[in-house]
């Protein structure tokens, strides 16, 4: 921290009002950064976190109120504005080029005038990578990066463009632990340099885990700012949700049924053409949930890509109900009653332009009731989406709003409540509740469980090792490619599940 900026916050935003039709996203916020501090902003979903950053970031202007920085009032027309005055954001969804290398992505986002050669651009790669841990290498293409790489990349961007203030929102949904712990030491090492960091999450542990202070948001409007030592697990949670939380969930003993999922000695090819998955076998029975544990890129997206027919099976089977769905289309295995929910929403959960009631049949458009003839019935498609905006608790301000406006944790609540809706029998959850608020969370886990009871098989591949450890009957680790072994959740420990992700074998597999 420099002499002239003790005291003096690096951002002070005072009063800000942004109206979207039908709500009001920021309600005379009041939001302040030191230099020098990690300000952790939490509230529930669609609570106006990301609203509040977007306009400090220039990509909203305010209705009312005004944004300081350094003192200095300012104006921020738009990211380049935010850039110069030393602002950086790391979005929910990432904004990279995927055809593109990490140097070139770096060197696209470049607003200053002179030239720079990708050979400076990888020398500074290297640099920061050194400096920060980042550990990337500036010839990859994004594409081939997994996604806690392309946040570093994020990352790596905003310190290359000379950030003092960087926004992350919710860095960690998307990590594994480990990840998230890289990640956290990277933050810290910037606060340690003086750097402001605004850190929006869900996850009340990382609060108490990075920041100094936090600032909980609340339909719109500031409910508090306290430091982090006035604050516990349970008051955070109530001024997020203006009740009481409870934290742990009732699980009834699994009764598993029929096989309904059969997969035999899957190959799948990654990317970059190795294999990513090698050979795995497993069966999921009704009534049953398999978890899958493992750090990110270990091959649980391909594996699932491949069940769910997105992506080619070099070898091997996959069986659903008995029947052969190897290489079949991602239409055809749905209509057998498969439910997905994709970890990458905005690429496969939903369509960003179209409406959210549109959405809301992406799966069944086709079938009646939806369908009439040679067109769509609107009114029953309306029904549908105003039954899952009020049973999933969607804020929305009408199911005619794009499904790329809601806020990151509505969308999930809509895709989730799709694909239950159609009571399939197998349902593939991908990080289900990455993004939620703890009520949406906790909901989210309880229909999961309700589901299985109703006698749903359930393959849940989840970053998240406390949401394992909670749903799961048996927990398959996978690590480079494969089963590294299968284990009932009563039977290990978070630690020694923390092993087997690193390729440990601890356990004999149970069946
Ligand atoms: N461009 C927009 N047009 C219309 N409404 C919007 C727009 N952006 C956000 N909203 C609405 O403003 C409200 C606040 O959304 P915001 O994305 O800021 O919430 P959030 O706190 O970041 O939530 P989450 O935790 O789910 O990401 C929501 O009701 C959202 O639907
Ligand atoms: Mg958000």
Partial sequence: MTQASQGEPLVRMEGIVKRFPGVVANDHVDFDLLPGEI??????????????????????????????????????????????????????????????????????????????????????????????????????????????????????????????????????????????????????????????????????????????????????????????????????????????????????????????????????????????????????????????????????????????????????????????TTNKSPREIADLGVGHIPEERLKFGIVPNMSVAENSILKSYYKPPYRKGFSIDYSKVRELAEDLIKEYNIVVPTPDTPAKLLSGGNMQKLIVGRELKRKPKLIIASNPTFGLDVGATEYIREKLLYERDEGAAILLVSGDLDEVMQLSDRIAVMFNGEFVGIVRPEEVTVEEIGLMMSGVRLKEAVS
């Avoid at 699980?251 to 598993?256: D, F, T």
């Avoid at 497993?282 to 890129?297: D, Q």
């Fill in 39 to 324: 300000h952790a902003l939490l509230g529930e979903n669609g609570a106006g976190k990301t609203t509040l950053m977007n306009i400090l970031y220039g990509l909203y202007q305010p209705d009312e109120g005004e944004v300081y920085v350094k003192g200095r009032k300012v104006k921020i027309r738009n990211p380049r504005d935010a850039l110069r005055l030393g602002i950086g954001m790391v979005h929910q969804h990432f904004l990279l080029v995927e055809r593109h290398t990490v140097a070139e992505n770096l060197a696209l986002g470049y607003a200053r005038s002179q030239v720079n050669p990708l050979n400076e651009i990888r020398d500074r790669i290297r640099e920061f990578s050194r400096k920060y841990h980042l550990d990337i290498d500036p010839d990859s293409y994004i594409w081939q990066l997994s996604v806690g790489e392309q946040q570093k990349v994020e990352i790596m961007k905003a310190l290359y463009e000379g950030a003092e203030i960087l926004i992350l929102d919710e860095p960690t949904s998307v990590l594994t632990p480990q990840e998230s712990n890289e990640l956290f030491s990277i933050i810290k090492k910037m606060r340690d340099e003086g750097k402001g960091i605004v850190f929006i999450t869900h996850k009340l542990a990382e609060v108490f885990a990075v920041a100094d202070r936090v600032t909980v948001m609340r339909k719109g409007r500031v409910i508090g700012t306290l430091p982090i030592k006035d604050a516990s697990r349970e008051k955070l949670a109530r001024m997020m949700v203006g009740r009481e939380v409870i934290f742990t969930i009732e699980k009834k003993p699994s009764r598993p049924g029929k096989p309904v999922l059969e997969v035999e000695n899957l190959v799948v090819l990654g990317d970059r053409g190795r294999e990513a998955v090698r050979g795995v076998s497993f069966t999921v029975r009704e009534n049953e949930i398999l978890g899958i544990a493992g750090v990110a890129g270990n091959g649980q997206k391909e594996l699932v890509h491949a069940i769910v027919g997105l992506r080619h099976v070099k070898s091997g089977n996959i069986r659903i109900m008995g029947i052969d």
